[in-house]
């Protein structure tokens, strides 16, 4: 079984569309949680942490539900330069306390 | 923005050669990690080290080794390359008492 999975995508929607993206992970020790962009064929940059109260940053919200074990990202208002691949990252608490990466979702944003 | 630096970007190579492949970081970072990811998949760590003098192996088996003699440099050596390495390889930081990694820009290797 994976440490994370992700929603397979690919995601193809419309500017100025709501697209949501969760993730599930199975170490119920995770204590970091975080969502990464990587766009093709570039390195994985860090979009946000999450935080167990749900955290927001312009138009992206994150929420964590610990008792499901499930991470979600919201984006709002979509614009085509969202368009990326976006990693679920959770931490290995209990091992070396490096990171687990998800495949990833590919998001499409279409004029 | 990171300052976290990789060389080459880019590398195509023969069988057999051995290469090194290049990764410093001027932010003081502790913690180093070296994955190799392949198009469309997850990436897999296949080296970390927690300071100079330490390394350990990741989840993902590889055949090559790594150094830390120095805090900002932590190169990654494969003695025979081999069709099998051809990926591309990210290397990334993070500060003591944090999990949040940053990423070089990676290197692309194909091994022919």
């Known amino acids: 079984r994976k440490e994370v999975e992700q929603d397979p995508g690919p995601f193809n929607v419309p500017e100025g569309a709501t697209v949501a993206f969760n993730c599930t992970y199975s170490?119920?020790?995770?204590?970091?949680f975080f969502w990464y962009r990587q766009d093709c064929r570039k390195e994985p940059k860090l979009l946000m942490s999450v935080y167990s109260s749900g955290n927001e940053d312009g138009r992206f919200t994150a929420q964590l539900n610990r008792a499901s074990q499930y991470i979600s990202l919201l984006i709002r208002d979509s614009k085509l330069s969202d368009s990326a691949t976006y990693l679920c990252v959770v931490n290995d608490e209990a091992g070396a306390n490096n990171l687990f990466f998800g495949t990833g979702t590919r998001l499409t944003v279409i004029p | 923005e990171a300052d976290i630096y990789q060389t080459p970007r880019y590398l195509v190579i023969g069988t057999g050669k051995k290469i090194t492949l290049e990764c410093s970081q001027t932010?003081?970072?502790?913690?180093m990690y070296w994955y190799q990811q392949d198009p469309g998949m997850e990436l897999h760590l296949i080296h970390y080290?927690?300071?100079?003098?330490?390394?350990e192996k990741g989840d993902l088996s590889s055949e090559s080794t790594v150094s830390r003699i120095r805090t900002e440099h932590f190169p990654l050596t494969l003695e025979s390359a081999r069709p099998s390495h051809t990926s591309q390889y990210l290397c990334a930081s993070a500060n003591q008492g944090t999990d949040t990694q940053y990423f070089g820009p990676g290197t692309r290797l194909t091994v022919l």
């Open positions: 932010m003081g970072h502790d913690k």
């Open positions: 170490n119920s020790a995770s204590q970091s």
């Open positions: 080290s927690y300071g100079v003098n330490s390394t």
